[in-house]
T-cell receptor, first 117, second 114 residues
Framework: GAVVSQHPSWVICKSGTSVKIECRSL??????MFWYRQFPKQSLMLMAT?????????EQGVEKDKFLINHASLTLSTLTVTSAHPEDSSFYIC?????????????FGSGTQLSVL | AQSVSQHNHHVILSEAASLELGCNYS??????LFWYVQYPGQHLQLLLK??????LVKGIKGFEAEFIKSKFSFNLRKPSVQWSDTAEYFC????????????FGRGTSLIVHP
């Protein structure tokens, strides 16, 4: 099956610094990628939808200036957590959708555990 | 807005025991339903899905799920679990005909003792 690579798998940073998370589709082109966030013992919450070559669409309550998303190519989307604070500590997961329709075409990265000190 | 609830947050079983994980969704329209699994250190993988037709869905690795429309449920079952089934399991729902972005339940952590 298709592979989505997410990097890094975990990161620890100081409060106030920025962290970039990469999501790559390795063997297919993904016009759309999604970024999810999961707090401990809670659901995966959709943060934003990233479309290649255009601005990301953010879900209600997600600060677009804090969570910068760039989808510069059909195989790469990045999420940058700017000026991270301890409350941003969470598990972030990306997923990529192939050009077909239907949710069965979604493939997920392995996630990034972010810890902000 | 649609929501998905998983009743069991942590389940501990011995090998060969039977498994049933509960999942209920809240949505007024037609939904597509999914179960995903995440093994330790790996990415989310699709176990099975229901779009239409036979409400009893067979998935990979011996898993199955039954869609009961009247109960808004889509419970996951396996008659005999193995140690290798230790993982996090997520139920998800997506509006049929919509943007196909699944809404996830909070997940169930399954530990199977050998």
């Amino acid at each position: 099956g298709a592979v989505v690579s997410q990097h890094p798998s975990w990161v620890i940073c100081k409060s106030g610094t920025s962290v970039k998370i990469e999501c790559r589709s390795l063997d297919f082109q993904a016009t759309t990628m999604f970024w999810y966030r999961q707090f401990p013992k809670q659901s995966l919450m959709l943060m934003a939808t990233s479309n290649e070559g255009s601005k990301a669409t953010y879900e209600q309550g997600v600060e677009k200036d804090k969570f910068l998303i760039n989808h510069a190519s059909l195989t790469l989307s990045t999420l940058t957590v700017t000026s991270a604070h301890p409350e941003d500590s969470s598990f972030y997961i990306c997923s990529a959708r192939t050009t077909g329709t239907g949710s069965e075409k979604l493939f997920f990265g392995s996630g990034t555990q972010l810890s902000v000190l | 807005a649609q929501s998905v609830s998983q009743h069991n947050h942590h389940v501990i079983l011995s090998e060969a025991a039977s498994l049933e994980l509960g999942c209920n969704y809240s949505y007024g329209g037609t939904v597509n339903l999914f179960w995903y699994v995440q093994y330790p250190g790996q990415h989310l993988q699709l176990l099975l899905k229901y779009f239409s037709g036979d409400p009893l869905v067979k998935g990979i690795k011996g898993f199955e799920a039954e869609f009961i429309k009247s109960k808004f449920s889509f419970n996951l079952r396996k008659p005999s679990v193995q140690w290798s089934d230790t993982a996090e399991y997520f139920c998800a729902a997506a509006a049929s005909g919509g943007s196909y972005i699944p809404t996830f339940g909070r997940g169930t952590s399954l530990i199977v003792h050998p």
